[in-house]
């Protein structure tokens, strides 16, 4: 793969005809159709609201915590919906990629970009939310561009990198199901990460160096209150780098694993 | 443990040549048992199993294609054909050997690929041209001429679902014919449709030929071969075992089979 090739004429109109696909067949049929990117993730929120927030009391000193319950839950959803997509993309599109010739790594982007598509929509909602609830609009706003960025391209990692694997161990799939149910409770979006700080600062801490952790917390900073706990000042400087470090490195063995076995997709898919 | 391979290359040169292949070898490793997943994966490497079969399929191809050349593939089921077509259109990796492109290569293992029948008819052709490496203007230009061809116009809207088989294949040949390269490669797109537009087909690929196209064409009719091809190539088990002229070909295909002519 060359990387002037990466984005020429010919991939980009396939990106975007496959996107524009996948967008058009994922809420094919069912009456309120693309409403449902935006009721799943609200629906979850509201369930989780009411037995974290109401049931059990947690967060009621955190300022505006139902818009920081949301905009964790939105954040979530992005990366689970990235994620499992990503690396089901092959498999999916595998009768493309035993009659055509191109990219691989296209098909894995396009199942993602309307990920992306329906967390732009879902943020829109968080912003509303915000507005509704008191928060202040501020200029911080914008750093959560980059932020998210930084998830997307751990998403992609990941993809790339499971993606390739499940082609011909499909058991990938089913291990990644199981992992993300067990990330969501190690990452602070239910709970206040100050609860654990209560109990052990360290924990807190190693909890933090996760990047998803530090996105979520880092886009509550800057979009919702200054009061979060953030990787950047609670756990500081030098280990503060780590989850970046875990991002690029995981993008860097995904992009190189798939670039190997992407060759052989065709035949063993 | 990385696998030595094959280099397929694209180059744009002025040298008549359109396609060159030096000892091209693809086998694939077929599964003995279930060895899908990771249980099994791990087990198999316990044991010292190799969990896998090597089937040769190309031992060793060399031919080179000239630029305006139309040359017939012939050969039995299971013979390479197909693999080979993959290989040139560079869906399959080559396992090893040298293969050079001239140009640029428009492949159709098959007709209305990434075709989806929840979409309708429309969307299917963009679908198919993007695929194809159309833009969206450039599908707005041809489009009517595209329906017109297939002679579907009133069932645009309609979902795939509810085509026939003949009217999908008709609507994905009509694409197919639009897309213009310095080489075509045809796996088996002839047979398709009623004899009306059976003669629409015979048509386009006699213009092709009269235009002094580049093609490939991947057959199982000698009748093909003998009226269209300017060469044809018979593989068996893997190895070219004849090359030239279309009609002595033809004639050694159909006694390799056995049948009267």
Known sequence: MKIPRVLNRKNRILLKELTKTDFKLR????????????????????????????????????????????????????????????????IARGELLRKISFPKYIVVVSSQLTALINLGINLI??????????????????????????????????????????????????????LVQALFYAVPIIYPIQ??????????????????????????????????????????????????????????????????????????V | MRRKLGTRTEVELDNGIAIEVKNLKKSFRLPTEQSFGLKQAIFNRLRGIKGYKEQKVLRGLDFDIKKGEFVGIVGRNGSGKSTLLKILAGIYYPQAGEIVINGTLIPFIELGVGFNYELTGRENVYLNGALLGFSNAEMDAMYDDIWKFAELEQFQDQKLKNYSSGMQVRLAFSIAIRAR??????????????????????DYFKSLHENKQTVILVTHSMENVREFCDRAILIEQGKIVMDGDPNKVADAYTEMLGIKK
Request: proline share 4%; net charge neutral.
């Open chain 1, 125 to 178: 909602v968080v912003v509303i939310f915000a507005l509704i609830n008191g928060v202040a609009p501020s200029w911080s706003w914008f750093l959560v561009i980059p932020i998210i960025l930084e998830l997307y391209l751990l998403s992609l990692g990941i993809a790339f990198l499971l993606g390739a694997i499940n082609v011909k161990y499909r058991d990938i799939t089913s291990i990644w199901d199981v």
């Open chain 1, 27 to 90: 809420y094919q049929g069912s009456v309120l159709g693309y409403l449902w990117a935006l009721l799943r993730p609200l629906m979850m929120f509201a369930i989780l609201y009411i037995v974290f927030s109401k049931l059990l009391k947690i967060g009621n000193d955190i300022p505006h915590y139902p818009v920081y319950l949301l905009c964790g839950t939105t954040l979530w959803s992005f990366f689970t919906e990235c994620t499992s997509q990503g690396i089901q993309a092959i």
């Open chain 2, 181 to 202: 390269g310095d080489i075509l490669l045809l796996d088996e797109v002839l047979a398709v449709g009623d004899a009306a537009f059976q003669k629409k087909c015979n």
């Open chain 1, 195 to 268: 609860m654990v700080a209560g109990t052990s600062t360290l924990a807190a801490k190693i909890i933090l160096l996760n990047p998803i952790a530090q996105c979520i917390q880092d886009v509550r900073f800057n979009l919702i209150t200054p009061e979060t706990v953030t990787t950047w000042n609670f756990v500081g400087l030098p280990y503060a780098i780590v989850p970046l470090v875990i991002v690029v490195v995981i993008l860097i063995a995904g992009a190189l694993t798939f670039r190997h076995k992407s060759k052989f997709f065709a035949e063993e």
